[in-house]
Structures are given as structure tokens and as C-alpha cells.
């Protein structure tokens, strides 16, 4: 009965570990998916900035379209040309500013990614040692139950 009751204890024991092995597990899992998902949403942003420089250019090329049709023989081509031209060096600042962050997080995210995996490596390397450790003692506790100290009463 005792070798019942402590297998049962050690069965308990062992389940429970396997469930933190679990529960560490889904929270690398979730480090890993929230660390993508920022950048994903980073790029999100990056398109809608672009989108807004884009109507922001179609906005003013359209103020000179009314402005030329009010004043019947006003040309804006000058200006058009200017506001291309400014808007042509923004998206090129944009650009190169977006291209170095994202690029910055992206080798951030490599390196959270190297390091994720050597923590996970090195989690399952200690919950498998541990519980070989487990399993050593609970066998050893088993043989020193099995073993019959009879004393002679001579």
C-alpha cells in the first residue's frame, strides 16, 4: 500500500511538472508571436503613413486644379512640379527612415528569436534532467520499500 501511495505521490509530482513544462512552453510560444505581430504592425503603419503622403499629394494637386479653373488662365505647372518634387524627397526620407527601423527591429527580432531558442533549449534540457532525477529517486525509494529487513529474535 505504501508503494501505491508513493507512486501516486511521484505520478503527481511528475504531471505537475510536465504542466509548468507546458505552461513555459506556450509563454516562449507567445514571446514569439507577440515579438511578429509588432512588426507585422509596424509595416501596417509604414503603408498607411505612405497612403497618407500619397492622398496628402493628390489633395494639393487638386486645390490647384480648383484654383485653375477659378481663375480661368492661372498655370500651376511650376508648382505642381514643386510639390512633386518636395513630396518625391519626403517619400525618399520615409523611405530610408523606415527601411532602418524596420531593419533595426528585424535583427532585434533575430536575436530575441536565437536567444528564445537557446532559453528553450536550455528549459527542456533542465525540466528532462529533473525529471530523470525524479524518476531515479522514486525507483530508488521503491527498492528501499521492496527491501525486507527481518530481525531474528534469537
Known amino acids: 500500500m505504501a508503494e501505491t501511495q508513493i507512486s501516486g505521490v511521484f505520478e503527481m509530482q511528475r504531471t505537475m511538472i510536465e504542466q509548468n513544462r507546458k505552461a513555459v512552453d506556450q509563454f516562449v510560444d507567445v514571446q514569439r508571436a507577440a515579438s511578429e505581430s509588432f512588426v507585422e504592425g509596424l509595416e501596417g503603419l509604414k503603408r498607411m503613413q505612405e497612403q497618407n503622403v500619397e492622398l ?11 484654383l485653375e479653373q477659378l481663375s480661368g488662365d ?11 518634387e518636395n513630396f518625391g ?9 523606415w527601411a532602418g527601423v524596420l531593419e ?20 527542456d534540457s533542465s525540466f528532462d534532467s529533473f525529471l530523470d532525477a525524479h524518476e531515479a529517486v522514486e525507483e530508488d525509494l521503491s527498492e528501499a520499500e521492496a527491501i525486507d529487513i527481518s530481525v531474528d529474535d534469537e
Open 74 to 84: 492661372a498655370d500651376f505647372d511650376e508648382a505642381r512640379e514643386l510639390v512633386d
Open 89 to 97: 524627397t519626403l517619400e525618399e526620407a520615409h523611405a530610408d527612415a
Open 104 to 123: 533595426s527591429i528585424e535583427d532585434g527580432q533575430d536575436s530575441v528569436e536565437e536567444y528564445t531558442e537557446t532559453y528553450g533549449d536550455l528549459v
Open 56 to 66: 496628402t499629394q493628390d489633395a494639393v494637386h487638386a486645390y490647384f486644379d480648383t
